[in-house]
């Protein structure tokens, strides 16, 4: 299966969305998937929203991918999910029936998904207060990344964070149901 990902930092992004986007659909039972991002980099989740961008996307790579999704940071924002649910509406009157395009929002950022994927966070802290922080990635991802000595990795540690957490995948979904285990149901029944 062939994925393209649109995000709103795809620089970082990559790091995390790759690894865990992989180990999801390897778990509903896609055996080999190929998952990319537009080369066409997006600076901010104003930009990744805007629906003429992600058209331009369908247009450009729909002959090639299989299935396209959009992931991007909640922030806050209780009316981004709104946001991103008009955005698969107006992908699917565009696209052909057997492909899919799915929208997502981290509860709050991304690196909270490689968070969950870790069990020796520091005992303090409390996974619901890290689900409830508007910006989890300076309070609890950068000391973490920080705590074992990644913050110099050219990712500031996403890459090496998110393979291992990829490796515990089901962990990810029962921690983050909100947001991973709601895009994982979806897809499972897109998929069947």
């Known amino acids: 299966m062939n994925v393209l990902v649109i995000s709103e930092n795809g620089d970082q992004d990559q790091f995390i969305l790759k690894p865990i986007l992989k180990a999801m659909l390897q778990e509903l039972g896609v055996p080999k998937v190929i998952i ?64 899919g395009f799915f929208a997502e929002n981290a509860w709050q950022e991304i690196e909270v998904w490689v968070l969950a ?32 000595g990644l913050l110099n990795e050219r990712s500031q540690g996403r890459k090496t964070l998110s393979q291992e957490a990829a490796r515990h995948y089901p962990r990810l979904r029962q921690l983050c149901p909100e947001d991973i285990g709601n895009l994982e149901t979806r897809l499972q029944a897109w998929l069947a």
Do not use: T
């Open 36 to 99: 990319n991002m537009p080369s066409r980099r997006v600076k901010g989740v104003e930009e990744a929203l805007e629906w003429e961008s992600i058209k331009e996307v369908i247009e450009e790579f729909s002959w090639l991918v299989d299935l396209f999704l959009l992931c991007v940071d909640r922030d806050g924002n209780e009316n981004r999910k709104k946001r991103l649910n008009e955005r698969e509406k107006q992908a699917a009157e565009i696209l052909a029936a057997e492909k």
């Open 117 to 148: 994927g870790h069990n020796d966070l520091p005992p303090k802290w409390k996974w619901q207060e890290i689900r409830d922080e508007p910006n989890p990635k300076k309070l609890y991802f950068i000391p973490y990344a920080q705590q074992r």
